[in-house]
């Protein structure tokens, strides 16, 4: 047994408490990716969050632009690793996925996972999973999406989606959130 080694990770995990604790007050829902996700998400693109953290398949709709009042089902994954949480059901009309850096599919094991945002991902639902379906994708949690999805579907940095366009003041806004880089 590491006494000092295990001394450190409480110390470092009171420190970890208290900013979430802080994240929390700020976004009012409990502290996660996906909580964290949703609410950076909704204050960029103005969407409405539920007012349950919990609804089925749906965390908000737009509230303004070409989108507005579609239903969105946002993601933040903490490593693009080309696998998607996605639903059979009727809604969401789009996913909007915040990714952090890619990854090759290896152990993890040694490597840290920023908070940060590289990309921002607009999937029509329903032309998504229509394609999986025709390709043989199994539908539901993880599921595969081949990388000419997640291109075609950037908004951001690369503007490849013309769904939603990314103006001058969501730009600085998703900028505050990039990877440190070095």
């Not at 737009?62 to 996605?86: E, H, P, T």
């Not at 789009?94 to 290896?106: G, S």
Request: proline residues 4%.
């Amino acid at each position: 047994m590491d006494d000092a080694r295990l001394k450190q990770i409480s110390d470092l995990l009171l420190k970890r408490n208290k900013i979430d604790a802080d994240i929390a007050r700020v976004i009012d829902r409990p502290m996660t990716s996906g909580h964290l996700g949703e609410w950076i998400a909704a204050e960029i693109f103005d969407i409405k969050l539920e007012d349950s953290a919990n609804a089925a398949a749906v965390d908000g709709r737009f509230r303004s632009g070409s989108l507005q009042g579609s239903a969105i089902n946002v993601k933040w994954y903490l490593k693009r690793d080309g696998l998607l949480d996605l639903t059979d059901a009727a809604e969401p009309r789009y996913y909007l996925v915040l990714t952090c850096p890619a990854a090759p599919a290896a152990s993890s094991r040694g490597t840290v996972r920023p908070w940060c945002v590289e990309a921002v991902h607009l999937f029509d639902a329903q032309r998504l999973l229509a394609d999986l379906r025709a390709a043989g994708v199994l539908i539901g949690t993880a599921t595969s999406v081949r990388a000419h999805h997640w291109a075609a579907a950037e908004v951001w940095p690369a503007a490849r989606c013309a769904d939603l366009a990314v103006n001058e003041q969501q730009i600085r806004q998703l900028q505050r959130f990039a990877p440190l880089v070095g």
